[in-house]
T-cell receptor, first 117, second 113 residues
Framework: DVKVTQSSRYLVKRTGEKVFLECVQDMDHENMFWYRQDPGLGLRLIYFSYDVKMKEKGDIPEGYSVSREKKERFSLILESASTNQTSMYLC????????????????FGPGTRLTVL | AQSVSQHNHHVILSEAASLELGCNYSYGGTVNLFWYVQYPGQHLQLLLKYFSGDPLVKGIKGFEAEFIKSKFSFNLRKPSVQWSDTAEYFCAVSSGGYQKVTFGTGTKLQVIP
């Protein structure tokens, strides 16, 4: 079974703090993703990575950065947390096979509920 | 850019009622379409997907969806819902490389026993 784990289920931080959210997958997937989930807005892609040290901006990258130094680990960084970054953060991974137009199921972690005070 | 619309934000049904959740996407090229489900307190998981071939796809737990290209739709159906189907359902579309997926805003389904 694919397993995607996230470092914390709940996190409370103060405005201005630097926040690290960690995600680890154990199935040797090439692709990894960070989303935020907000009521009424669904899932919005923050960043994704298709290889070690590679990253692509998603739909809402402002205020976030990412790091992928190892294939199994993808970190989301909030350089200076703000109250509007209070949200549920979901990490996902997928296997890359085939080229453009191919698809592989995304496997999700349990999520980290971040509250910024 | 691709986008996904889910028309129903909150649906309440009695057990044994039939279910249809609407999903429309906007992208003119080849698409892959999905429905994901998030049960209370659980991970988001894939319910079913359409990649190519038969436009009527069957997923887990008796769910099915029909891809109608002319209507840009991929509606989710189940003939008879159960209380255990209470969850949030997300439609999603992928049309490019690197498996980037765009999700809809979700539909919360509440099934009353």
């Amino acid at each position: 079974d694919v397993k995607v784990t996230q470092s914390s289920r709940y996190l409370v931080k103060r405005t201005g703090e630097k926040v690290f959210l960690e995600c680890v997958q154990d199935m040797d997937h090439e692709n990894m993703f960070w989303y935020r989930q907000d009521p009424g807005l669904g899932l919005r892609l923050i960043y994704f990575s298709y290889d070690v040290k590679m990253k692509e901006k998603g739909d809402i990258p402002e205020g976030y950065s990412v790091s992928r130094e190892k294939k199994e680990r993808f970190s989301l960084i909030l350089e200076s947390a703000s109250t509007n970054q209070t949200s549920m953060y979901l990490c996902a991974s997928s296997l890359a096979k085939g080229g453009v137009g191919s698809y592989n199921e995304q496997f999700f972690g349990p999520g980290t509920r971040l509250t910024v005070l | 850019a691709q986008s996904v619309s889910q028309h129903n934000h909150h649906v309440i049904l009695s057990e044994a009622a039939s279910l249809e959740l609407g999903c429309n996407y906007s992208y003119g090229g080849t698409v892959n379409l999905f429905w994901y489900v998030q049960y209370p307190g659980q991970h988001l998981q894939l319910l079913l997907k359409y990649f190519s071939g038969d436009p009527l796809v069957k997923g887990i737990k008796g769910f099915e969806a029909e891809f109608i290209k002319s209507k840009f739709s991929f509606n989710l159906r189940k003939p008879s819902v159960q209380w255990s189907d209470t969850a949030e359902y997300f439609c999603a579309v992928s049309s490019g490389g690197y498996q980037k997926v765009t999700f809809g805003t979700g539909t919360k389904l509440q099934v009353i026993p």
